[in-house]
């Protein structure tokens, strides 16, 4: 059995970004805002970039690890994890602003912010794809 050694190293990449996100939730919380997000879309947009990360690391994580472990360490599943990594960390910078995340002020460079968002998502959408069909290449 091969040991997922890239997943690894992808999940302590993933706990750091969380980390990161989580702790700018907080700063932003200890402005007043202790539970939920009011109308402050502020909050709302860090607490969503938190969260999708949350909601989707997880699975994405596990998937990529049990191919890894079926395939080995090869090409493939380090780029599936280099994708992954580089998908969240787009998907979070498009949250970094409200252009990115609720479609405000769509102009100029702050388009960027809507492209950003969207790659990673499509840079997930993409893992998701590889992953799936790595795993079943691989026991079929």
């Known amino acids: 059995m091969n040991l997922p050694i890239y997943a690894a190293a992808l999940g302590a990449f993933l706990i750091v970004l969380q980390v990161v996100l989580m702790l700018s939730v907080g700063l932003h919380r200890s402005k ?5 997000i009011g109308d402050d879309k502020d909050l709302e947009r860090k607490v969503r970039r938190h969260g999708n990360l949350a ?3 997880g699975l994405f994580l596990v998937v990529i690890a049990l191919f890894e472990m079926l395939a080995g360490q090869t090409t ?23 252009a990115g995340s609720h479609g405000e002020n769509l102009t100029g460079g702050r ?9 990673g998502a499509f840079g997930t959408l993409g893992v998701a794809l590889g992953s799936a069909y790595g795993i079943v290449s691989t026991i079929a």
């Open 32 to 36: 007043g805002q202790f539970l939920g």
């Open 55 to 57: 909601e989707n690391s």
């Open 76 to 98: 493939f599943v380090l780029v599936l994890c280099i994708v992954f990594a580089v998908a969240r960390i787009l998907h979070a910078l498009g949250f970094a602003s409200l």
């Open 111 to 119: 388009k960027a912010f809507a492209g950003m968002r969207a790659m």
